[in-house]
């Protein structure tokens, strides 16, 4: 049965790796629901967050392709108890000024910050959790979502 997984893939941080990477899932065919990549602690290392469904076969085929690369110095598979998830999103929402007090109230209980206030909208930013992220994004629908951008998952292991 095909669940989601993350991996957490040390890499190079060299031109053309994350294009290699994206190119491995593409050309067997393995789906990518998100995928970010940044620069680590160390300038010469990314870290490729990357998140997938498959069965455990799959997940395994993944692990070993990734691990093929030149490039690739560690996949690790996350999950939950041993790693910390999350995701950020930018909303601009809002249809007037009779909503707005409703509006900063949901962005309130969910802590999101206001970063830009418009005659007829409001630009919040969150980062938490994706089940917080979905229910916040759920909450301010009706407000009326103007534009919104979300980040890819991203995590990092426990020690």
């Given amino acids: 049965m095909a669940k989601q997984h993350v991996l957490s893939v040390l890499a190079d941080n060299n ?7 994206a190119g491995l ?9 998100s995928i970010s990549a940044a620069q680590t602690e160390h300038p010469e290392i990314s870290r490729i967050t990357i998140v997938t469904t498959g ?8 692990d070993k392709q990734l691990s093929k690369l030149v490039d690739v110095r560690e996949v ?8 910390v998830q999350r995701q950020h999103v930018l909303i601009t929402a809002g249809n007037g000024e009779e909503t707005r007090a409703s509006l900063i109230e949901v962005a ?5 910050n206001i970063v830009s206030v418009e005659n007829d909208s409001l630009m919040l ?3 938490g959790k994706p089940r917080k992220i979905e229910a916040f994004i759920r909450l301010i629908q ?15 292991e426990r020690e």
């Fill in 125 to 127: 930013e969150l980062t």
């Fill in 142 to 156: 009706p407000f009326g979502i103007i534009k919104m951008t979300k980040s890819g998952l991203t995590a990092l």
């Fill in 15 to 21: 031109a053309g790796v994350l294009l290699r990477v």
């Fill in 108 to 112: 309130n209980l969910f802590h999101a």
């Fill in 25 to 33: 899932f593409s050309r067997r065919g393995y789906s990518i629901e």
């Fill in 76 to 83: 690790k598979v996350l999950n939950s108890d041993n790693s």
């Fill in 55 to 62: 069965d455990e076969y799959t997940l395994e085929q993944i």
